[in-house]
């Protein structure tokens, strides 16, 4: 019989933490922690996701400040907003939530945030702090999947671990921290990707699988080996009529068949996802504590 | 019959190339590339490092600067230092000698060279932009060997590599290069460490061997397929009767029996070695150049 990896619950636990020590901060007279978000446009998911990250700091006591800009905004524009945040003191963390227009350089907005505020952990100082091994704010996804692991004290020393998919954001950083020299690490890792070959004779003789290509319920059972871990980070939407929201989130795990198979799966939603905003929440507190860089 | 990377040969054809364009430059009455490399005490194998490097720049027509310090030194006048250099406009890149005495903090050492100067490509922001794919020095080993591959024309498109080793200047990089959705990348990449339990079957099925442990002859026949490129980083110095300086060097493979198993194999020494210095050198011309960041 699998475990539930419950991804809602332990997002629950944490926020709960992270409430307390917010609560902690002010009753000692302490500054508030402070997260920054710019958005530009009116992109549906986008508004969405924003929206999820104000109400889970508003349930942690995190202040939040949205600010907006017309998708016709110019880069210079933009790129003196992040300035001013920058040099703001009462604001800890900045996130700039992607995709942005096409007549803004993503890579050159990302760069131009304070590394010591980029709490999403997109800045090449964040991501090359990561790598090495030093204290770095890590992003959101791999960050949370890291915490499932922690909590469920799944054994990584030693493993094979196969991660689908090499994105900035999940399958690289994936990769590394689980390759690391640490407790929560020690793992042979193997990236697949679009060019490998011969993905499920790897999976096959995998450990664990983090899943993290983007493609609905690519990862069947005949492609896991009983008793494997598998941590799906898939979110493709597809419509359905028996949701009120007229769509139902797909993970990369076919997961009635795969999950028999299992010693721990992930299901979509309820896993990965609500850890991404926690580790949005932990950032923050993190930069307001100065805990990162000091 | 395998083919030998004849490092040596491609070094000293490059090391020809940054002095044509060297040369270029000074006609064209443009500033001097301008290395400084700074040296704490008086490490024997750091005095010769540092002398090679020297010796290298002086062939192709880089300005060298060398800064000495006693190993007494302290980590402020040495902060000082590099920061004098960070503000000199006539030195292009600078490079802090490795290991330094015990009472200074390395990290902090490398977090304080200015990026657009770290030849080394050892700086967060550098190892964070390789990471992500964008412009970046990449340090001297994985770039000498990418360059090595490049040469031979080795298809990495869809091979399986394994990279024997997780160190922050070798391993760790080598893997992400070569699994970039790039031209040169794209391989489906393992990377063993002290804790994998099975690095005999992994290494028997992979087409691209990076061997970067440590351990002299550490990669035997037995673990090698047929038509495997091996490509050894090991360098570890033992004593010999048969040098005149009395010792020699040892790769991470067993050469012997080894190469007629490859494809393409590089010897110790006169492989990836020679190639390092050249990935300085080549660095060096790039920061005077700006084309890395602009």
Chains 1, 2 share one sequence.
Request: aromatic share 4%.
């Amino acid at each position: 019989m699998y475990q539930l990896i419950d991804g809602k619950k332990i997002a629950g636990q944490i926020k709960e933490q992270i409430a307390g020590e917010v609560k902690k901060i002010k009753q000692q007279g302490g500054k508030i922690p402070h997260l920054a978000v710019i958005l530009v446009g009116k992109d549906g998911a986008s508004e969405t996701y924003v929206a999820h990250k104000e109400k889970a700091c508003h349930q942690v006591g995190i202040h939040f400040t949205l600010i907006r800009f017309e998708d016709n905004v110019s880069q210079n524009e933009l790129l003196n907003k992040i300035n001013e945040i920058n040099n703001n003191e009462n604001i800890d963390g900045m996130i700039v939530q992607l995709p942005l227009p096409k007549q803004i350089d993503e890579q050159k907005v990302i760069e131009s945030i304070d590394p010591e505020k980029d709490v999403d952990g997109f800045h090449p100082v964040n991501v090359g702090r990561m790598v090495i091994g030093i204290p770095a704010y890590i992003s959101a996804t791999p960050a949370g999947i890291m915490e499932l692991i922690k909590h469920y004290n799944i054994d990584t020393q030693g493993k094979s671990c196969v991660v689908i998919g090499r994105s900035n954001i999940v399958g690289k950083p994936m990769s590394i921290l689980m390759m690391q020299k640490k407790a929560l690490g020690n793992a042979t890792v193997t990236v697949c990707h679009s060019r490998t070959k011969n993905i499920k004779e790897l999976t096959l003789k995998a450990d664990i699988i983090i899943a993290a290509l983007g493609q609905a319920q690519f990862l069947t059972a005949d492609m896991v080996k009983e008793g494997a871990v598998v941590i799906d980070v898939g979110t493709t939407r597809v419509k359905s009529d028996k949701t009120k929201s007229g769509w139902k989130l797909l993970g990369d795990v076919k997961f009635d068949e795969v999950a028999p198979k299992c010693s721990y799966i992930t299901p979509v939603p309820g896993g990965v996802g609500p850890m991404t905003i926690v580790s949005l929440l932990k950032n923050t507190l993190l930069a307001a504590q100065k805990k990162i860089y000091n």
